[in-house]
């Protein structure tokens, strides 16, 4: 059974940072990307940052430059580190790992991030 440990979230005021952690653990060898997920009250669940088992990065436009996920491959773990937060970064945090072919795909628990104006 695939788990997925999340941590780090917590509330900051805007333009403090914060560093989430996912470690992966169980039967993971198939699934080549990981990444985060968020979802605001009252709103879908969107992709913040993905990192793919060959290193390339993709991230919401929204964060671009404010956030930067990293991997280490040795710990299966991936980080988020976020700076410059914003009040509309406010939401909870899911770490995701998926199959790209097959789309199997695993969340975490969430983990709450508020960022107060």
């Known amino acids: 059974q695939v788990q997925l440990a999340e941590s780090g979230g917590g509330s900051v005021q805007a333009g403090g940072s914060l560093r989430l952690s996912c470690a992966a653990s169980?039967?993971?060898?198939?699934?080549?990307?990981m990444g985060w997920y968020r979802q605001a009250p009252g709103k879908q669940r969107e992709l913040v940052a993905v990192?793919?088992?060959?290193?390339?990065?993709n991230y919401a436009a929204s964060v671009k430059g404010r956030f930067t996920i990293s991997r280490d491959s040795a710990k299966n773990t991936v980080h988020l580190q976020m700076n410059s937060l914003k009040p509309e970064d406010t939401g909870v945090y899911y770490c995701?790992?998926?199959?790209?072919?097959?789309?199997?795909?695993?969340w975490g628990q969430g983990t709450q991030v508020t960022v107060s104006s």
């Open positions: 995701n790992i998926r199959n790209l072919v097959s789309y199997d795909q695993y």
């Open positions: 169980g039967p993971i060898s198939s699934f080549n990307a």
């Open positions: 990192i793919i088992s060959g290193g390339s990065t």
